[in-house]
């Protein structure tokens, strides 16, 4: 077992937003706080980890990263701010990118848009519910 | 073939006497040789270490000065090596500015425990300046023989 | 020009066998200003000393060289010698042929070469060379506690034991700290109160001992040995020296609503009130806060019953000034308040408290009488949470939490999961932990007693929310080793919050020129080897002031303050390294530039009066070095762009001579 | 009188540089004029004069006079000198031509200055006419003539051409070394170009400057004049008007230990130094007042007064462009009673 | 502004609050202006002047004038203002003893500037409208103001007074996208070679007047390291390229951290040397390496030199050659 297995991958998408992933102590704070912790296969705390391990094929290919409601209640809670949720949507991105086409037309989104919700919440959804 | 004389260069080590010279010292012990070329000036902190002392000793014809104090944070006088650090920052950066060969200037951190990090560097240092020639950029014809 | 004698020794073959002796003697014969160069066996050796010290009398030497082993090994045998024969020890340099040469070089050319040129790089130091005295300070034979929990108290026991005098200042009207709010204390289960009562009644009845209590250090002068202490005594509008501690006053006062912070404000007391029984000095205090009589002036109703006349409304504070040759800082802690984590319900539930609360929630002497009842409604808990790590190990950038470890919450933790579990057995008791962390004489088999014996339930994984649903506490929390994630009814959660220092310890330690970190705890003089000295001389630390501590530690450390403290009072004089830095008032400009890279504050100002041109009188700030607070590093000697500061036995001058020497083509 | 057209300047210039070194006035990488060897391809500077004066060839900044040695109990002393080559010094300007007329009363009585002599007696001076003075010119304060200066050869410019005058043997010498260059001169022509330039001379702010209230016999009226007090209280005290002057000529002796021995030299030293004159007991002027008005009085009262009224000033005006708070002698002389 | 100043200087006079004004004295062609300290209101009106030649940096002087006998009234431009607080920071004056007056500064002009147009023979300068007419002996010349604008002027770091006790004209802001380190990157984008020969083709022309050590307000000492013979470094001349780098680059060095970039040491140069990019350089590199720093910005704030942090860059680590 490498912990240093795509490597290129793992630096490329932790730079893009700014995650530490070697900050996290395995506390499961953020596990413990996640509401769809149920819909999930792998939980937060797992995430961070397998990008540590390198393995974010098959974190990619997981449904469990759409399921993320983009709540952050993890990177408010978690106390080496680690950050999931911004990493989730960095995977997400990630992913989105090597579809290389996007789901939605921009005309469309101003319909969608609600005042409230802030701004990742919403570019997430788009990716989620586009997919 | 022309008979060149081996350049030899002429190098200062300011060592703090809690921790480098007790490096030294235990780098002696352990004979873990370097070359003659370094000789060593002992003060009580690198925080004595002025930036006066590094110019004096290239205007008298060294060739490299290097400064080893404690690592930062067990500077024996708590703090004194984190002022030295800022100092020989700021002195280094401003040699580099002036033209003055960066690598003739080095600080390394070097506690009573790693004589054989004192060797070492104090090897590769030796293999720096012996590379980069005679100083001339701050030279002072008039110590010339 | 001074005489020079220079001393080459063989050290055996160590030297000799690489480094020609002989011929370096009679090399650096020929240098300016020596008139003696010789080689010997051994210079260490009685008989090398005896020819070092005939010479020095044949030749009338002003300096001496010895070309041999390190400084480190030898400086102080050649300087003692020298001393014997009437010459300044500070007159002798070593130029290290050993360690530096012949250990390291095999070429014998090479080698001989480097010896005298160190040699000669000693010659020209020593011609600079001035006869130093070390300086003497005098030492107040007493010393000063800032702190009376039970590290403060251990510290003036010990130094009162040894002799000396002690003021402990407490700012609380009792002594005894957070131990005493303690209920049971880890791994022995023994009660805080039977181990630490006898403790503060020993400080209580020893002559030697003094109590400021309800007291706060005002102000800091002096150095080591001399400190000049202003303490302030709190208005406490009872007279210490009359109230008998009877305690009917507290049973009379008619304003009850007073918060209890004794008991963590988890019940009440009176206006008037003395702590908690055990207290040291048993005298009661006011809370100018709520006294009726103080803020509206009617009332008076302890003045009336007060027998011994001990009442007195119109106290004020009081300045006291005191001499003291060493001060102990032992400022302890306080656990951090949880309120900025609203996951845990902290402020909204009053059934979530802190490890601190639950302590006096189990108290016999606390607001339920020992018996465990929900803050809420007063009844049993049957679920209990517990909750490790809040506000400990936090990321550096956390604003909520403390980035280190707080070191006692895992084993207080085991405690009250144990004794929860063996005094109510109907229980279920829940633990999240992150690592259980128990290093420690007895205190991992502790934890394991409170798995395996009581059966508690220890789960890796932490508490995401706390939720208040039908009196009940809804804690949803993940099971990293089921991968599950957890949904408890809880009645109680207690959290095990970090602790941090006192927040009167910053101001303390500005006022002692004492260094802290980032985090508020003192910095030792030396991580490994200092472990009890600021390094500012002459303060001593003690306890969690420190860095997180258990009991067990705190009394150890504290009893190791006191042994330092004991070593200095014992002293009548203190001599000073006269390597220290000195500044010329002729060339100061009064900049301040290197009192701001002292580390131990040993450089002041004054105005000084100068002539001036033409039969001027000139007025200039100069500064000037406390010989007895300097400890030579020569920081202030780089700051100071005149020149004006310099360093004995490492001048500017000096260095330089070194640097011309060995660089001289 | 002898012509050089211009055209013929770079031959001319590459024919006395084959002889000997010659200097002229070039411009520097900031665009100041200071003096530079010619060699082929270098340009004289059109400025009106060179940061530095000219003085610094007979009496340069600093000067190895002597080295020595110590070995064992013994001395041994090392005569340094460097044998003097002849050379040219071109485009000098009135002033400065004057001033080593004020050099020589100083270093070329008893006892001669050997050193100084001997760059005497090596160099030419080929001065240059003024032809566009500036507002801090005041040679003619002291009877300097700027249309008409000294030197050996002097040398005017008129179109196209330069005249050339030789005043010393030297200065014969020097053109008939170079005869083939130069044809006959034109002495109207250069009468022409005086009087043009003294009409701008005396249309210059400080034409009318005069040397009243100053000179012989003044000292025991001037040296407690309170005036100084006003005068000397900006002065920072550096050395900048003592270093471009080209009259100034203290100098101090040092030491330079290099390790291996001794070397003395000289150096230009400045009355407004704190440490100038100091010795055993300490400075003989104390204070800034005294400093400063001793590089003044030197200039106005004493130094006329021993050498038959000649000032030790020709107004060359580096002082009035240099000096960081524009306080200087023309200053001086106004407040002490010259009128403009 | 002249007015105002003068109406200021006599009023504060005359009511007995100050004693002495210190402020700049005209001279004879307009650019030639003198610090100077008026003792009466005669010498006020007839020679004080404000014009955009008046440059000099007058809180150097306070030094010795806030120690004698009564209160002294200042004028000091903004950039004058961060090294008056300066040297309050350093205790080197004594503020109870003055009386600071802010004076709005757009900018001064160089005379330097005017004699590399060729000008010459100036009899008189009249300002107007940011345009010079400048009356010469050759003939009447005009030329913009922001032409013949002093260097550090078009890289003015502030217009804010940060220390005063009167305003006149407002408090001005510090100025945010100052170009000053732009020739400081220039250097630092050279090889060592050519930063080498840069440095060499200016220090050369050094003469060791110490023109930029006794006007700098940070060299304030009471006697410098290179004026004291027992140092062991005092030199008096620039003897060779060993001693003119020695000189500058420890004098940049002590002034490091306190230098507050007024610019008076390339002003007065009488050689042109560009001194001012020595400090700059320390000033970029403190702000890089520790932190955005501005001396006299705040006398209170501790001095990038007197303080450190735990995790400062390694000296191996800051700058490095560049291929």
Redesign the interface.
Known sequence: MSHNKNAAKVEQILRSYGVDVRKCMRCGKCTATCPAFDAMEYHPHQFIYMVERGEVDKLAASPSIWHCLSCFACMERCPRQVEPAKLIEAVRVAVVREKGQNHLKPEDVPALLDEDLPQQAITSAFRKYSK | MQDVKEFRPKIVAFCCNWCSYAGADLAGSARLSYPADVKIIRVPCSCRVNPMFILRAFQRGADGVIMAGCHPGDCHYTSGNYFARRRMTLLFSMLDYLGIERERTRVEWISAAEGAKFSKTMNEFVDTITALGENKRLEDLRCKK | MQRIGVFICHCGTNIAATVDVKAVAEALSHEPGVVFSTDYQYMCSESGQTLMREAIREHKLTGVVVCSCSPRMHEATFRKAAEKEGLNPYMVEIANIREQVSWIHKDMKEATEKAVILGRAAIAKVHLNKPLKAGESPVTKRALVIGGGIAGIQTALDIAEAGFEVDIVEKEPTIGGKMAQIDKTFPTLDCAAYILTPKMVDVAQNEKIKIFSYSEVEAVKGFVGNFKVSIRKKARYVIEDKCTGCGLCTEKCPQKKVPNPFNMNLDTRRAIYIPFAQAVPKVAAIDADYCTMLKTGKCGVCSKICAAGAIDYQQKDEIVEREYGAIVAATGFNPLKPDKYNEYGYSTCPDVVTSLELERLMNAAGPTAGTLLRPSDKTHPHTLVFVQCVGSRCDAENEKGKPYCSKICCMYTAKHAMLIREKYPDTEVYVFYIDVRTPGKNFDEFYRRAVEQYGVHYIKGQVGKVVEENGKLKVQASDLLSGEQLHIDADMVVLATAVEPDKSARGIATMLTASMDTNDFFTEAHAKLRPVESPTAGIFLSGVCQGPKDIPETVSQASAAAAKVIGLLAKDKLTCNPCVANSDEMLCNGCSSCEKVCPYGAITYSDKEFRGPNRTTLIRRVASVNEAVCQGCGACTVACPSGAMDLKGFSNRQIMAEVDAICKM | MKKLSLAKLNDFFAAVAAKETLYLPVNNNVGKAEYKKWESGVEMSSALNTVRSAKDFFFPQTENLMEFKMTGKSVEVFDTREECEDFVIFGVRACDAASFAILDSVYLVDPVDSYYKSRREHGTVVTMACSKPAETCFCGTFGIDAANPAGDVTVWEVEGAYMLRANTEKGEALLASVADLLEDGCEKCVEEAQAKTRAILAKLPLAGLTTEGVGVGKTKELFDHPAWASLSESCLGCGTCTFVCPTCQCYDVRDFDTGNGIKRFRCWDSCMYSDFTKMAHGNSRNSQLERFRQRFMHKLVYYPDRNDGTFGCVGCGRCLARCPISMNIVKVMKTLGGKN | MQKMMEKRALELLGDGTVNRVLGWSA???I???????FKTAEEVQDKFLYNDFCG?NLSK?LVKES?KEGKILVFLKPCDTYSFNQLI????IIRENIYAIGVECFGKADEEKLR?KGI????GIEMKDGTYTVH???GDETVKAYEVMADRCLSCKSKKHVAYDELLGSEGEVVEDCNRFDM?EK??AMT???????????LS?C?????C???CPAC??????F???????SQ?????S??E??FH??R?????GRCTDCG?CS??C???IPLHL?NR??IK??NT??GEYQAGENPEA?????????N?????E????KA
């Open positions: 001279g004879d062609f650019y030639d202006v003198t610090p100077a300290v000099a002087y120690r920071a350093e205790h080197r590399a010459t023979g100036i009899t010469t002996v050759y400081v250097l630092e060592p070679d050519e930063r080498y020969e840069f440095w060499r083709g200016e022309r003469i060791r007047c110490n023109a050590r006794n006007i304030t000492c009471e006697q410098c390291v004026d004291n013979p027992n140092s062991g470094v008096k001349a620039a003897v060779n060993f001693e780098n020695m680059i420890i940049a060095f002590h002034v490091a008076e002003r007065v009488p050689q042109h020595l350089k320390f590199d403190v390496f520790y501790k001095p990038p030199l007197g303080k450190y942090e735990k400062d860059i390694e000296p191996g800051a700058g490095g050659a």
